[in-house]
Nanobody, 115 residues
Framework: QVQLVESGGGLVQPGGSLRLSCAAS????????MAWYRQVPGKVRELVAE???????NYGGFVKGRFTISRDNAKNTVYLQMNNLNPTDTAVYYC?????????WGKGTLVTVSS
Protein backbone atom coordinates (compact mmCIF):
# COMPACT_ATOMS: atom_id res chain seq x y z
CA GLN A 1 0.00 0.00 0.00
CA VAL A 2 1.08 3.53 -0.79
CA GLN A 3 -0.31 6.63 0.86
CA LEU A 4 -0.03 10.20 -0.37
CA VAL A 5 -0.91 13.10 1.87
CA GLU A 6 -1.17 16.59 0.40
CA SER A 7 -1.06 19.83 2.33
CA GLY A 8 -0.72 23.54 1.72
CA GLY A 9 -3.92 24.37 -0.10
CA GLY A 10 -6.17 27.23 0.86
CA LEU A 11 -7.52 30.62 -0.12
CA VAL A 12 -5.19 33.12 -1.73
CA GLN A 13 -5.72 36.42 -3.50
CA PRO A 14 -4.92 36.86 -7.19
CA GLY A 15 -1.19 37.40 -7.63
CA GLY A 16 -0.42 35.51 -4.45
CA SER A 17 1.59 32.36 -3.81
CA LEU A 18 1.09 28.96 -2.25
CA ARG A 19 3.35 26.00 -1.67
CA LEU A 20 1.85 22.54 -1.81
CA SER A 21 3.50 19.52 -0.25
CA CYS A 22 2.88 15.82 -0.75
CA ALA A 23 4.43 13.14 1.40
CA ALA A 24 4.45 9.57 0.18
CA SER A 25 4.66 6.60 2.52
CA UNK A 26 4.18 2.87 2.50
CA UNK A 27 5.56 0.33 0.05
CA UNK A 28 7.91 2.63 -1.81
CA UNK A 29 11.12 1.29 -3.27
CA UNK A 30 13.64 3.59 -4.83
CA UNK A 31 12.89 6.92 -6.45
CA UNK A 32 9.74 7.13 -8.50
CA UNK A 33 8.15 9.69 -10.81
CA MET A 34 5.88 12.11 -8.97
CA ALA A 35 3.50 14.74 -10.23
CA TRP A 36 0.79 17.24 -9.44
CA TYR A 37 -2.52 17.26 -11.27
CA ARG A 38 -5.54 19.46 -10.83
CA GLN A 39 -9.22 19.15 -11.50
CA VAL A 40 -12.16 21.50 -11.68
CA PRO A 41 -15.67 20.02 -11.32
CA GLY A 42 -16.97 18.96 -14.70
CA LYS A 43 -13.55 19.03 -16.33
CA VAL A 44 -10.85 16.47 -17.01
CA ARG A 45 -7.99 16.16 -14.55
CA GLU A 46 -4.95 17.86 -16.07
CA LEU A 47 -1.23 17.68 -15.48
CA VAL A 48 0.25 20.62 -13.63
CA ALA A 49 3.83 19.45 -13.25
CA GLU A 50 5.83 16.27 -13.05
CA UNK A 51 9.31 15.29 -11.94
CA UNK A 52 10.96 12.08 -13.05
CA UNK A 53 13.10 9.76 -10.97
CA UNK A 54 16.17 11.50 -12.39
CA UNK A 55 14.88 14.97 -11.60
CA UNK A 56 13.69 16.06 -15.03
CA UNK A 57 10.63 18.28 -14.90
CA ASN A 58 7.71 18.96 -17.20
CA TYR A 59 4.88 21.47 -16.86
CA GLY A 60 1.42 21.99 -18.24
CA GLY A 61 1.21 24.65 -20.90
CA PHE A 62 -0.83 26.96 -18.68
CA VAL A 63 1.95 27.18 -16.07
CA LYS A 64 4.05 29.61 -18.11
CA GLY A 65 6.90 29.79 -15.61
CA ARG A 66 4.73 30.51 -12.59
CA PHE A 67 5.07 27.14 -10.82
CA THR A 68 8.06 25.07 -9.75
CA ILE A 69 8.00 21.39 -8.85
CA SER A 70 10.73 19.95 -6.65
CA ARG A 71 11.32 16.83 -4.62
CA ASP A 72 13.13 15.63 -1.53
CA ASN A 73 13.98 12.02 -2.20
CA ALA A 74 15.07 11.35 1.36
CA LYS A 75 11.59 12.31 2.55
CA ASN A 76 9.63 10.91 -0.43
CA THR A 77 8.10 14.32 -0.69
CA VAL A 78 7.23 16.47 -3.68
CA TYR A 79 6.51 20.19 -3.57
CA LEU A 80 4.75 22.61 -5.86
CA GLN A 81 5.59 26.28 -5.48
CA MET A 82 2.90 28.33 -7.16
CA ASN A 83 3.41 32.03 -7.79
CA ASN A 84 1.32 34.70 -9.47
CA LEU A 85 -1.84 32.71 -9.00
CA ASN A 86 -5.00 33.73 -10.81
CA PRO A 87 -8.64 32.69 -10.44
CA THR A 88 -8.32 30.13 -13.25
CA ASP A 89 -5.91 28.21 -11.02
CA THR A 90 -8.75 27.43 -8.63
CA ALA A 91 -9.04 23.65 -8.45
CA VAL A 92 -8.42 20.58 -6.36
CA TYR A 93 -4.76 19.68 -6.66
CA TYR A 94 -3.84 16.00 -6.53
CA CYS A 95 -0.50 14.39 -5.89
CA UNK A 96 0.50 11.38 -7.97
CA UNK A 97 3.26 8.79 -7.79
CA UNK A 98 3.94 5.98 -10.23
CA UNK A 99 5.40 2.81 -8.77
CA UNK A 100 6.00 -0.17 -11.01
CA UNK A 101 3.60 1.21 -13.62
CA UNK A 102 0.82 1.70 -11.06
CA UNK A 103 -0.62 5.14 -10.33
CA UNK A 104 -1.35 6.19 -6.77
CA TRP A 105 -3.26 9.34 -5.86
CA GLY A 106 -3.72 11.53 -2.86
CA LYS A 107 -7.13 12.78 -1.78
CA GLY A 108 -6.42 16.27 -3.04
CA THR A 109 -6.08 19.73 -1.57
CA LEU A 110 -8.29 22.63 -2.58
CA VAL A 111 -6.71 25.80 -3.91
CA THR A 112 -9.01 28.80 -4.23
CA VAL A 113 -7.80 31.99 -5.84
CA SER A 114 -10.19 34.82 -5.16
CA SER A 115 -10.29 38.38 -3.95
Amino acid sequence: QVQLVESGGGLVQPGGSLRLSCAASGSILGINPMAWYRQVPGKVRELVAEVTATGRTNYGGFVKGRFTISRDNAKNTVYLQMNNLNPTDTAVYYCNIVIRFTDYWGKGTLVTVSS
